[in-house]
């Protein structure tokens, strides 16, 4: 009885925890929009963000709250994935992704194709009641319709950034490399190493 408590004491926490995590699938430029759907998701540490190119030639790139249409540069090099870009007669679609290593703060992400960040073309992982996905949208919007260098205040220092960039196939695993110091994420210089087409059912509409 006792000896069995013990096991289940060590066992249950490490089921719980790998029955949890969980890849969610983001669509980029589905239907040629310029959008990431969906627009804001709730992940945990552990879960896997797998972002899906299916038009055009799109980015998913990291910012911060208070600059949507920036990448951020500090504490650390934001994620990025790179130009992705998609014949119109594609029936495979490059995948890129990333790995949460931090949930605790909010990731803002954008898009860095020419113009597509002012059409409000951002991503949040875990806004919050204060900071919230419309907002970073709306401010997103309105650094697009300024247009010109972006001067309005100055990069948020966020710590952490919660997230590792990894390769990922069918996106069941966590393939990614281990975080780098102080829990930031790890950024390659060139995005190839975490990139993978993943074959899709021929026929499907862009
Ligand atoms: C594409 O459009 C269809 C029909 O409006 C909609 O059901 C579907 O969710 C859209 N897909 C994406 C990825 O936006
Ligand atoms: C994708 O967009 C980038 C930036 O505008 C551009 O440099 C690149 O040539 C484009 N790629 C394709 C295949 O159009
Ligand atoms: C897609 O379009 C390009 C350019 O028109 C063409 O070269 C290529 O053969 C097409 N691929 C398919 C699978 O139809
Ligand atoms: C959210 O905003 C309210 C009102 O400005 C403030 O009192 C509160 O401390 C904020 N909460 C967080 C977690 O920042
Ligand atoms: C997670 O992120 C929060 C907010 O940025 C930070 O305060 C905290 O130190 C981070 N935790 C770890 C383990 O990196
Ligand atoms: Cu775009």
Same mark, same amino acid.
Do not use: K
């Given at each position: 009885m006792r000896f069995t408590s013990f096991i289940a004491a060590l066992v249950l926490p490490v089921l719980a925890v790998s029955a949890q995590s969980k890849t969610i699938t983001v669509i980029v430029g589905g239907n040629s929009s310029l959008t990431f759907n969906p627009s804001s998701v709730t992940a945990a540490v552990g879960d896997t963000i797998a972002f899906q190119f299916q038009s055009k030639n799109h980015t998913v790139t990291q910012s911060t709250f208070a600059n949507p249409c920036t990448q951020m540069t500090t504490p650390v090099e934001g994620i990025d994935s790179g130009f992705q870009p998609v014949a119109a007669n594609a029936t495979s679609f490059p995948q890129y992704s990333f790995t949460m290593t931090n949930a605790s703060a909010p990731l803002w992400f954008y898009c860095k194709q020419t113009g597509h960040c002012g059409k409000g073309m951002v991503f949040a992982v875990n806004p919050t009641a204060n900071k919230t996905f419309a907002a970073f949208q709306a401010a997103a919007e309105a650094s697009g319709a300024t247009?010109?260098?972006? *001067?309005?205040?100055? $990069?948020? !220092?966020?710590?952490?950034?919660g997230a590792t960039p990894g390769a990922s196939g *069918?996106?069941? !695993?966590? $393939?990614?490399?281990s975080a780098k110091s102080s829990g930031a994420l790890r950024v390659g210089g060139s995005a190839a190493g975490v990139l993978t087409v993943v074959g899709l059912v021929a026929g499907l509409a862009l």
């Open positions: 247009a010109s260098g972006s *001067t309005y205040g100055s $990069p948020a !220092a966020t710590g952490a950034t *069918t996106g069941a !695993a966590s $393939p990614s490399a």
